[in-house]
């Protein structure tokens, strides 16, 4: 590969090589492209958005330099890309050579002189309206050394055209596009610009995923359908059967214990006509109107039916099921995430056409089949694209609320029971499934019923079913023929029939639709899928409909369009405080390990959002970040790249860094948690964790511009007009600040802590030290504690390093950490004398944290404290002592009675001691205190106390008699390494 550098500034302004490109087209053909986008139809709204993306065609380029097989792929959202030698911007372009051409449009928002520079390892050339903004194609397509090149440009939508290409084999292929306006700082060219006209007529009937952006049925959006629907699952299809290379088919549910699960009379609906159940649904009808095929649709309907699981889910009887609050129930629903991806029971399904509705669900399952679903998305479906919100370990109470909600939902007119049909259709259709087959001399020796089901078995084994799904061990008797090399010619047969014959499938498929399929199936026999990551990425954000929560440069999706129909915005708060962040451009915002890590549900950058990122099938995400890196043009090499900045930095940088991230300085940490110590009000992301999550240029570029990439952030522009917030640091300088923050932010959890001024009005014992120092006895603080201990927390210090978070509202023990005690007020001074100007923050490391979602007392008749409403509360005092401190409050157990509870903790050498001490004046039943999600040692109460533990983390107490009081005293271990681990409970019980 050849390549040409040239000095350039890097953007942290230190002298780096640049790659430079090399371009591939002759002018002549880019010209003739460009001449239709130039022209306005005469009907065509001049100020029309069009749609997001460019349209992208890619073909395969043949050693004569012509070009082979040719695709067109209307999802590239940026004219960027980062390939291995061996990828290929498409499956059907085998890797190698090949060439890349771009169409659409670009928005300038600002008219001027733009200069566009270039970073790539294959020939570019670009065009944008009248002029070549770049071109590094010699004569005969050699390559040569292009300069960045400054055009004219007005305001408004001006054509773009843009051609790479590839042609070395060996070489990566890389490409990515900066532009800068006159006076202003360089950009990559975003997402936002770029789009395509919005076509003339949508294709009828054409899903959202596959809709054309032209009139003409193409390549992609057939092989789309192909692979949604699953046909290599039945016949051989190049490029796309495992056969030739391709990944296993994605298995649709599990057939066996289905009777269990579902009624049978859902099941009858379902199979008669998929699609009139749910809209979208991939799954064929495959049974006709004749009698024949009815007494099939009945015979497989009894035999599904008749499926029972071994491990069966049982459900509880009606009358024991607890109704949720419906209206709190949705309102979670829509916090967590479902309306992204459903509409809920009461909604007009009508308006959201590309959700799947939850409506009716009782008619078809029952809670306890619907809670295992929800908790465990692939128990019964193996390739689900529902993910993992894991409430069974985080929100288990409302998972049952959930699955109780909506397996109470019913229709007005109950499903009607299948009836079979009458006459002789059953041995007649007996007769022909089993004319050469043993099982045909035994129908008289069957009751009816078992008729039925054994020919439903037949039924299904014959009509394909288990070609997608899997049912024991046993094999599909459907044998379809190849579709390799059909042509035109078999449009009409078939699966590709308007109107199809058994054994065929009907899909219900358009003639757009069908012409599309046809042309993704004129693969040659022998081709291969070739490794194509930015396309497997496209792929895989649509599969798991990533684009329902995140903007993905497309607009919103569907949950930032329908969360606040759910949850009204509190004081202070944006759409952005509800909804995810945006995907757009996320590639060169974060390293690729990063993205993977929160795909994976291993990392969670805003831990505070109601909002969760859920888990995925490893099969459905593999690779996912990569793939979006690459997406952005970025290459995987860049990760090392970014780990080895952090060593070029100076002492004198990180020092400097570390005023300006202070209250002094660019005031960050106003907003922004840092080395695990959380901000007030709206929380930001932890400072300390952003090298080496995301890249240095995007933190250069979004400190200097931020309502670039997120318009109406909060984030202040703290360089406006090429001037510091703070200039008394490095002359104002913003590149030099911005390189000091990111030295000083790349220490991470070991760099030292702002240094700020304490508030005029703090309590700081032993001088003018802000920090709280237990000396020879505990110390007793109160204040705001966010994410700790809430609006009144109410914190304890003690000589032996070990501290306690109590929150005085809910009268529960929250945290305990270790180290340095804590600081209050000053650090996070918004100036507004709310409670957030003496937060009370905690110094050292956290340790230990309650469970946040249930209280830690209930009263009888639940069977943990997740089944009960909290307790009133009243809290009373909290005391230290020379050797001893806590908190005293007391719980209203029923109407007028109530419970005096003393908390008494105690620093051990292994952990801390927590001693409860239990009084009442009346007689009260009995109570559980629910420990979960803690690692405890063992418990030592006085005599007759503590009843058996229901499980681990739970401990019963007694009924209380007349003047009764009682003690439970618990020890707490502190987890090897600061890492928590749940271990067994060893109770003990004295006599």
Same mark, same amino acid.
């Given at each position: 590969?050849?390549?040409?550098?040239?000095?350039?500034?890097?953007?942290?302004? *230190?002298?780096?090589?640049?790659?430079?490109?090399?371009?591939?087209?002759?002018?002549?053909?880019?010209?003739?492209?460009?001449?239709?986008?130039?022209?306005?139809?005469?009907?065509?709204?001049?100020?029309?958005? /069009?749609?997001?993306?460019?349209?992208?065609?890619?073909?395969?380029?043949?050693?004569?330099?012509?070009?082979?097989?040719?695709?067109?792929?209307?999802?590239?959202?940026?004219?960027?890309?980062?390939?291995?030698?061996?990828?290929?911007?498409?499956?059907?372009?085998?890797?190698?050579?090949?060439?890349? =051409? @771009?169409?659409?449009?670009?928005?300038?928002?600002?008219?001027?002189?733009?200069?566009?520079?270039?970073?790539?390892?294959?020939?570019?050339?670009?065009?944008?309206?009248?002029?070549?903004?770049? !071109? !590094?194609?010699?004569?005969?397509?050699?390559?040569?050394?292009?300069?960045?090149?400054?055009?004219?440009?007005?305001?408004?939508?001006?054509?773009?055209?843009?051609? @790479?290409?590839?042609?070395?084999?060996?070489?990566?292929?890389?490409?990515?596009?900066?532009?800068?306006?006159?006076?202003?700082?360089?950009?990559?060219?975003?997402?936002?610009?770029?789009?395509?006209?919005?076509?003339?007529?949508?294709?009828?009937?054409?899903?959202?995923?596959?809709?054309?952006?032209?009139?003409?049925?193409?390549?992609?959006?057939?092989?789309?359908?192909?692979?949604?629907?699953?046909?290599?699952?039945?016949?051989?299809?190049?490029?796309?059967?495992?056969?030739?290379?391709?990944?296993?088919?994605?298995?649709?549910?599990?057939?066996?214990?289905?009777?269990?699960?579902?009624?049978?009379?859902?099941?009858?609906?379902?199979?008669?006509?998929?699609?009139?159940?749910?809209?979208?649904?991939?799954?064929?009808?495959?049974?006709?109107?004749?009698?024949?095929?009815?007494?099939?649709? @009945?015979?497989?309907?009894?035999?599904? /039916?008749?499926?029972?699981?071994? $491990?069966?889910?049982?459900?509880?009887?009606?009358?024991?099921?607890?109704?949720?609050?419906?209206?709190?129930?949705?309102?979670?629903?829509?916090?967590?995430?479902?309306?992204?991806?459903?509409?809920?029971?009461?909604?007009?399904?009508?308006?959201?056409?590309?959700?799947?509705?939850?409506? *009716?669900?009782?008619?078809?399952?029952?809670?306890?089949?619907?809670?295992?679903?929800?908790?465990?998305?692939?128990?019964?479906?193996?390739?689900?694209?529902?993910?993992?919100?894991?409430?069974?370990?985080?929100?288990?109470?409302?998972?049952?609320?959930?699955?109780?909600?909506?397996?109470?939902?019913?229709?007005?007119?109950?499903?009607?029971?299948?009836?079979?049909?009458?006459?002789?259709?059953?041995?007649?259709?007996? %007769?022909?499934?089993?004319?050469?087959?043993?099982?045909?001399?035994?129908?008289?020796?069957?009751?009816?019923?078992?008729?039925?089901?054994?020919?439903?078995?037949?039924?299904?084994?014959?009509?394909?079913?288990? %070609? +997608?799904?899997?049912?024991?061990?046993?094999?599909?008797?459907?044998?379809?023929?190849?579709?390799? #090399?059909?042509?035109?010619?078999?449009?009409?047969?078939?699966?590709? !029939?308007?109107?199809?014959?058994?054994?065929?499938?009907?899909?219900?498929?358009?003639?757009?639709?069908?012409?599309?399929?046809?042309?993704?199936?004129?693969?040659?026999?022998?081709?291969? &899928?070739?490794?194509? &990551?930015?396309?497997?990425?496209?792929?895989?954000?649509?599969?798991?409909?990533?684009?329902?929560?995140? *903007?993905?440069?497309?607009?919103?999706?569907?949950?930032?369009?329908?969360?606040?129909?759910?949850?009204?915005?509190?004081?202070?708060?944006?759409?952005?405080?509800?909804?995810?962040?945006?995907?757009?451009?996320?590639?060169?915002?974060?390293?690729?390990?990063?993205?993977?890590?929160?795909?994976?549900?291993?990392?969670?950058?805003?831990?505070?959002?109601?909002?969760?990122?859920?888990?995925?099938?490893?099969?459905?995400?593999?690779?996912?970040?990569?793939?979006?890196?690459?997406?952005?043009?970025?290459?995987?090499?860049?990760?090392?790249?970014?780990?080895?900045?952090?060593?070029?930095?100076?002492?004198?940088?990180?020092?400097?860094?570390?005023?300006?991230? /202070?209250?002094?300085?660019?005031? +960050?940490?106003?907003?922004?948690?840092?080395?695990?110590?959380?901000?007030?009000?709206?929380?930001?992301?932890?400072?300390?964790?952003?090298?080496?999550?995301?890249?240095?240029?995007?933190?250069?570029?979004?400190?200097?511009?931020?309502?670039?990439?997120?318009?109406?952030?909060?984030?202040?522009?703290?360089?406006?007009?090429?001037?510091?917030?703070?200039?008394?640091?490095?002359?104002?300088?913003?590149?030099?600040?911005?390189?000091?923050?990111?030295?000083?932010?790349?220490?991470?959890?070991?760099?030292?802590?702002?240094?700020?001024?304490?508030?005029? !009005?703090?309590?700081?014992?032993?001088?003018? %030290?802000?920090?709280?120092?237990?000396?020879?006895?505990?110390?007793?603080?109160?204040?705001?504690?966010?994410?700790?201990?809430?609006?009144?927390?109410?914190?304890?210090?003690? &000589?032996?390093?070990?501290?306690?978070?109590?929150?005085?509202?809910?009268?529960?023990?929250?945290?305990?950490?270790?180290?340095?005690?804590?600081?209050?007020? /000053?650090?996070?001074? *918004?100036?507004?004398?709310?409670?957030?100007?003496?937060?009370?923050?905690?110094?050292?490391?956290?340790?230990?944290?309650?469970?946040?979602?249930?209280?830690?007392?209930?009263?009888?008749?639940?069977?943990?404290?997740?089944?009960?409403?909290?307790?009133?509360?009243?809290?009373?005092?909290?005391?230290?002592?020379?050797?001893?401190?806590?908190?005293?409050?007391?719980?209203?157990?029923?109407?007028?009675?109530?419970?005096?509870?003393?908390?008494?903790?105690?620093?051990?050498?292994?952990?801390?001691?927590?001693?409860?001490?239990?009084?009442?004046?009346?007689?009260?039943?009995?109570?559980?205190?629910?420990?979960?999600?803690?690692?405890?040692? #063992? =418990?030592?109460?006085?005599?007759?106390?503590?009843?058996?533990?229901?499980?681990?983390?739970?401990?019963?107490?007694?009924?209380?008699?007349?003047?009764?009081?009682?003690?439970?005293?618990?020890?707490?271990?502190?987890?090897?390494?600061?890492?928590?681990?749940?271990?067994?409970? $060893?109770?003990?019980?004295?006599?």
């Amino acid at each position: 590969m050849r390549r040409f550098f040239a000095p350039t500034v890097s953007p942290l302004g *230190n002298p780096t090589p640049l790659r430079r490109t090399f371009a591939l087209l002759p002018l002549v053909l880019l010209a003739c492209l460009a001449a239709p986008l130039a022209a306005q139809d005469d009907e065509e709204d001049e100020d029309d958005p /069009g749609l997001p993306g460019l349209m992208a065609t890619h073909a395969q380029l043949l050693s004569t330099g012509r070009d082979g097989l040719t695709v067109v792929d209307t999802a590239p959202q940026r004219l960027a890309l980062s390939l291995a030698s061996d990828e290929s911007p498409h499956p059907a372009i085998p890797a190698g050579r090949f060439r890349t =051409i @771009y169409m659409g449009r670009l928005f300038v928002q600002r008219a001027g002189k733009y200069t566009f520079r270039v970073e790539t390892t294959g020939g570019f050339q670009l065009d944008v309206g009248p002029h070549q903004a770049f !071109n !590094n194609v010699g004569p005969e397509g050699s390559e040569r050394p292009a300069a960045p090149t400054t055009v004219e440009l007005k305001y408004g939508f001006v054509p773009l055209v843009a051609t @790479y290409t590839k042609r070395e084999p060996t070489d990566a292929a890389e490409l990515r596009v900066f532009w800068q306006r006159e006076g202003e700082a360089e950009f990559a060219l975003p997402i936002g610009v770029l789009s395509r006209e919005r076509p003339k007529a949508a294709a009828k009937g054409m899903p959202p995923a596959v809709a054309p952006s032209t009139q003409e049925p193409t390549f992609e959006q057939g092989r789309r359908l192909v692979a949604d629907h699953r046909c290599a699952a039945c016949h051989e299809v190049a490029g796309l059967s495992s056969a030739a290379g391709a990944a296993p088919v994605p298995r649709a549910a599990l057939l066996p214990g289905i009777g269990d699960r579902i009624s049978e009379a859902w099941i009858h609906r379902w199979l008669a006509n998929p699609k009139a159940v749910r809209r979208l649904a991939t799954m064929p009808d495959l049974f006709g109107d004749t009698p024949e095929e009815q007494a099939d649709l @009945y015979a497989a309907t009894k035999y599904l /039916g008749s499926l029972k699981d071994k $491990k069966k889910v049982v459900a509880k009887p009606a009358a024991e099921v607890e109704r949720p609050d419906a209206a709190a129930v949705r309102k979670s629903m829509a916090s967590v995430g479902c309306v992204a991806c459903h509409t809920l029971p009461g909604e007009d399904a009508a308006k959201f056409p590309d959700l799947r509705p939850l409506t *009716n669900l009782g008619d078809k399952t029952t809670a306890a089949v619907l809670e295992k679903r929800i908790a465990e998305p692939r128990a019964y479906h193996p390739s689900s694209r529902m993910p993992d919100f894991e409430l069974d370990k985080e929100q288990p109470k409302l998972l049952r609320d959930i699955a109780a909600y909506l397996a109470d939902q019913h229709a007005t007119e109950a499903l009607p029971t299948p009836q079979a049909p009458a006459g002789d259709l059953l041995e007649q259709r007996w %007769n022909t499934l089993f004319a050469d087959d043993s099982v045909r001399g035994k129908f008289e020796q069957m009751a009816e019923d078992e008729r039925w089901r054994v020919l439903g078995s037949r039924v299904v084994e014959t009509r394909g079913c288990l %070609n +997608c799904h899997d049912l024991d061990k046993r094999t599909t008797r459907l044998k379809a023929p190849s579709l390799v #090399g059909v042509g035109d010619a078999k449009v009409g047969l078939g699966c590709l !029939n308007a109107a199809p014959q058994t054994p065929a499938a009907s899909y219900s498929f358009d003639d757009g639709q069908r012409v599309a399929v046809v042309k993704a199936l004129q693969l040659p026999a022998e081709q291969k &899928p070739a490794k194509a &990551p930015l396309y497997t990425a496209q792929r895989q954000l649509q599969q798991n409909q990533c684009t329902s929560c995140h *903007n993905s440069g497309g607009g919103e999706g569907a949950f930032a369009k329908r969360i606040l129909s759910f949850v009204p915005l509190g004081t202070d708060q944006t759409l952005h405080d509800l909804a995810p962040p945006n995907l757009a451009g996320i590639g060169e915002k974060l390293t690729a390990k990063t993205m993977q890590s929160v795909i994976d549900g291993k990392t969670r950058a805003r831990p505070w959002m109601a909002l969760r990122m859920p888990h995925f099938g490893e099969e459905t995400i593999k690779g996912l970040g990569t793939g979006l890196a690459a997406l952005d043009g970025i290459s995987p090499e860049t990760d090392a790249d970014e780990a080895n900045l952090a060593a070029t930095m100076s002492d004198e940088d990180i020092e400097i860094g570390r005023q300006l991230v /202070g209250r002094t300085g660019l005031n +960050c940490v106003s907003c922004h948690d840092i080395r695990g110590i959380p901000s007030i009000g709206v929380r930001g992301p932890d400072l300390a964790r952003v090298p080496g999550r995301v890249r240095q240029e995007w933190f250069r570029n979004w400190l200097l511009d931020p309502q670039r990439f997120a318009p109406g952030t909060r984030m202040p522009t703290v360089f406006f007009g090429g001037k510091s917030a703070a200039p008394q640091y490095l002359d104002g300088d913003p590149e030099r600040q911005i390189a000091a923050l990111w030295a000083y932010l790349s220490q991470g959890s070991k760099m030292e802590l702002p240094s700020l001024a304490p508030p005029a !009005n703090a309590i700081v014992p032993g001088g003018e %030290n802000p920090r709280f120092t237990p000396t020879d006895r505990p110390l007793i603080a109160r204040g705001f504690m966010p994410g700790v201990a809430g609006l009144r927390g109410v914190a304890i210090g003690t &000589p032996e390093k070990t501290h306690f978070a109590f929150d005085s509202e809910r009268c529960v023990l929250s945290a305990a950490w270790t180290g340095d005690f804590a600081e209050i007020g /000053g650090w996070f001074d *918004n100036g507004r004398g709310t409670p957030e100007d003496n937060a009370l923050k905690p110094l050292g490391k956290i340790v230990w944290r309650a469970p946040t979602d249930i209280p830690t007392i209930v009263a009888d008749g639940a069977q943990s404290a997740s089944d009960a409403p909290p307790l009133a509360a009243r809290f009373r005092s909290a005391w230290a002592e020379k050797n001893e401190a806590g908190f005293a409050y007391r719980l209203e157990v029923e109407p007028g009675k109530w419970l005096d509870v003393e908390e008494h903790l105690q620093p051990t050498e292994k952990g801390f001691r927590r001693k409860f001490v239990f009084r009442t004046d009346v007689e009260l039943p009995t109570l559980r205190m629910t420990l979960a999600d803690l690692e405890w040692t #063992g =418990i030592v109460v006085t005599p007759k106390a503590l009843g058996p533990a229901s499980k681990v983390g739970t401990i019963v107490v007694p009924p209380f008699l007349l003047g009764e009081s009682r003690e439970i005293v618990v020890d707490y271990d502190f987890p090897t390494g600061g890492r928590h681990a749940k271990s067994e409970a $060893k109770t003990e019980e004295t006599k």
